[in-house]
């Protein structure tokens, strides 16, 4: 069981740092970027307790390693669990996990792995059955960490395992050291502190552009918000708040280094107003005041003259700064349209479980699908959104099962941890702000989705799994584990069943997916965009293909390449041309066992283009511009025209 276990890891670790490697030596990739995944990776394989602390430090700043589409935050943490995965003569947490925790972590993330396998043999229509596996791996890019696998079940899937693994992998590592916990609670306030204070510094540095004038902070008391490290603004309020909490409660307990801690927390304070969020500042405010007073109180604690002062001043400006973000843009007709959109997100959530309440629509697909259940006020407005509530939003992607055991992954290891640190004594300050910190964290996910966003979602995991094994005692195998499991298992296979069944009841042809509509280009020549994944179908019987294709004029780092796949084999691989059309036919011999026969083309670049969808300006992706696709049945009279005669 030992070489098994090893053999695993071995396996595993290798092909994270398959897809490590190929992000490393990306042309696109920063040497920044790639000197912090090779520092993470190195200090990981030494110390993994370090190259925790490390990614830590780093995850919260991913974005601003390299710009979009790299998936930095995403290959700091494949660095580390590869470099934690083989370290094969180690055990990967000498103390265990608690079932507690591991137990539904595994199963959630058994249940996103099946839905995304579900759906993705159903969607394999053209595919033979042998040559599934091929195709499965072929489903996820090696490309992903540069810019993203193509398909939404993919990456969601992938950025949602990566947040579990890094749960998992920091809840075995602070078993093995206590003092793991402080540190991390540490280095996140350290680390978000540091990007609060760049946000401000980049204010102020505009205001100095703009010659110190009144109008240009006014923006910012009238609605406007900003954050330098990320775009999402909700995000980043949930990510300051986390901090902010903690940093507070290392303030008031930590009675050596307070000086070094209250400063950074107010620090903090100023950036979270900037965000802008009303959910993330009354959630802190909350969530502060329910738990660091009762701790002072629990402890028996005789404040000094100064010492009350000061803490009267930090809650005087918290509650102010709570009250002037809930007041930003919020007036009357503001709040009432505010609260009716999301009463419609709401709806549409509604309308999505019901259309699938076992097996919800998919994982990673309630953006795409939002359209369809949308009422018509709010698709006029959106287009196409998230939920809004990221609890609603796993009901409705992966079904009643998934969505309560994502409660379950996450519901009672915080009661568990508001039991303990009740009885905690007063060192244990940071499993204090742990607490408050993901206690209010978790209450912005009720009015958004800072787990969507890797560079919010990883410094949660963290800190969730440092609070978790600090509070979750070892217990055994209980009954309603096992009674979850079984639960599991059968959804694990009605599910994979469903996508079998989906797979043999295709028998016409279906549409093309992964271009856009027709165009006419400026040479007469009409075409279709394609996304980096396009998918069409022609007849299961010999013959051969017939098809033009062109590179985009927009700038690449590398030349565009794509991938033509039939049968889920890879037949040809061409590089396109900027300049001219390259026009390939390809030869099938064989007739196909499935009723019509599936041609993938993968591409290596991605362009986005603007677009409007509803009021928005949204931007579509495109790659290669595709001529019309010919196929000539081969028939005695008919030869492949790459033989010759």
Known sequence: MILVGRAARLLLGAMLAWYVGHAILAPEITRVAALAAIAVAALTFWRPGLGLLLLTGLAPAGALLAAAPLRVTELLAWSFLLAWLLRVWAPLSRSGWPRALTVPALLYLAVITTSWLAFTIGGAAGIQPTAWPLFLFQSISPEHLVRSSPEPETWTLLQSATGIAVFLATVGLTRNDRRLA??????????????????????????????????????YFNGERYSLHLTDLNAAASVYVLAGLIGAALATFDRVQRRLWLPLTLVILPALWLAGSRTAAIAGAVVGALTIPRGIRERHWR????????????????????????????????????????????????????????????????????AEFMPEDLRVIYGNENAHNYFAQQFAELGVVGGLLFIWLIIPPTVRAWRHVHSAPAEDGALIGLFA???????????????????????????????????????????????????????IAAALGQGVIAYSRTTATPPDRGFHGFETGDDGMRFRWMTRHAVTYVPATPGFVSLEMRASDEPAARPLVVDIVIDGRVVE?????????????????????????????????????????????????????????????????????????
């Open 437 to 491: 910190g993901s206690t209010a964290y978790l209450i912005t996910c009720v009015t958004g989705h800072p787990l969507l966003v890797p560079e919010a979602a990883l410094p949660f995991w963290i800190a969730f799994g440092a609070l978790g094994a600090s509070t979750t005692p070892e217990t055994g195998t209980a009954t309603w584990r096992r009674a979850g499991t079984a639960v599991v298992g059968i959804f």
């Open 303 to 370: 404040l000094t003259r100064p010492q009350l002062a000061l803490a009267a001043a930090v809650l005087i400006v918290a509650a102010v700064a709570t009250v002037v973000v809930a007041q930003r843009s919020s007036d009357a007709p503001g709040a009432a349209r505010s609260l009716r959109l999301r009463f419609g997100f709401y709806e549409t959530t509604g309308r999505m479980l019901a259309s699938s309440p076992v097996f919800g629509v998919g994982v990673g697909h309630y953006f795409d699908r939002s």
């Open 573 to 645: 691989r061409r590089e396109m041309s900027p300049d001219r059309w390259i026009k390939i036919d390809l030869g099938v011999r064989e007739t196909a066992r499935t009723p019509f026969r599936r041609i993938d083309l993968r591409a290596n670049e991605e362009w986005t283009e603007e677009v409007r969808l509803g009021r928005r300006t949204a931007r579509r992706p495109i790659s290669a511009m595709v001529g019309e696709i010919v196929w000539t049945p081969l028939t005695a009279e008919t030869r492949d025209p790459r033989e010759s005669p």
């Open 182 to 219: 402080p540190e991390l609670a540490r280095t996140l306030v350290l680390s978000i502190s540091i990007l609060g204070l760049a946000s401000l510094a980049e204010v102020v540095r505009q205001w100095g552009r703009n010659g110190y004038t009144t109008w240009f902070l006014m923006r």
